[in-house]
């Protein structure tokens, strides 16, 4: 398996413009996640989608970020307009529900630079 | 105050020392646990996992958890400098909020 796929790995932007971040979890996973890391905040949870449903949403820091999931295999994280404080590691996670104590399995991370 | 505390580090020990790494935890409604190992400028990949209290060996790896403490731990035999890295405690309840909660992280260093 291919394993959570991530693009772009590094972004640097501008202060301002609209930053997408795209995902692709593992076949056959059900849940798809967005965390944010930072060395001063750790591994924040973003959001969390179930069957392309979004269930938790309340770590989305404000109205510049949005995320999508228009079917099973895709997800985006968008953030309009960016802001130096967004810089940080962005990563998409996914998991099979069914599965044991919810195991997710981790991409390898957007790095994103916002100056 | 955060769900999950774990204290950074970092940590450095010598190769064949054992490594104790910890977090404890608010959140009574937390029955699965995990550890999670992330190599520098890499995603976190699963190590350990652990169901409600116990024990679990896995090789050189022991996950234990006391959820009367609300207390995990990973203890590391004979580490090696391959075993470097930054290990991220995770929970989760056994229903509701599906995802994890994530400690922030203890970085180890052992020196060859």
């Known amino acids: 398996d291919a394993g959570v796929i991530q693009s772009p790995r590094h972004e640097v932007t501008e202060m301002g413009q609209e930053v997408t971040l795209r995902c692709k979890p593992i076949?056959?996973?059900?849940?798809l996640f967005w965390y944010r890391q930072t060395m001063m905040r750790g591994l924040e949870l973003l959001i969390y989608?179930?069957?392309?449903?979004?269930?938790?949403d309340s770590g989305m820091p404000e109205d510049r970020f949005s995320a999508k999931m228009p079917n099973a295999s895709f997800s985006t994280l968008k953030i309009q307009p960016s802001e130096p404080r967004d810089s940080a590691v962005y990563f998409c996670?996914?998991?099979?529900?069914?599965?044991?104590?919810?195991?997710?399995?981790f991409g390898e991370g957007s790095w994103l630079t916002v100056v | 105050q955060k769900e999950v505390e774990q204290d950074p580090g970092p940590l450095s020990v010598p190769e064949g020392a054992i490594v104790s790494l910890n977090c404890t935890y608010s959140?009574?409604?937390?029955?699965?646990f995990m550890w999670y190992r992330q190599y520098s400028r890499k995603g976190p990949e699963l190590l350990m996992y652990?169901?409600?209290?116990g024990n679990k060996e896995d090789g050189r790896f022991t996950a234990q958890v006391d959820k009367s403490s609300k207390y995990i731990s990973l203890f590391i035999r004979d580490s090696q400098p391959s075993d470097s890295a930054t290990y991220l405690c995770?929970?989760?309840?056994?229903?509701?909020?599906?995802?994890?909660?994530f400690g922030s992280g203890t970085r180890l260093q052992v020196q060859p």
């Open positions: 996670a996914s998991s099979f529900t069914q599965g044991p104590g919810n195991t997710i399995y």
């Open positions: 076949s056959g996973h059900n849940s």
């Open positions: 989608f179930n069957n392309n449903v979004p269930i938790d």
């Open positions: 959140n009574s409604a937390f029955q699965y």
């Open positions: 652990t169901y409600s209290s």
């Open positions: 995770a929970m989760t309840g056994n229903t509701g909020r599906r995802a994890l909660t």
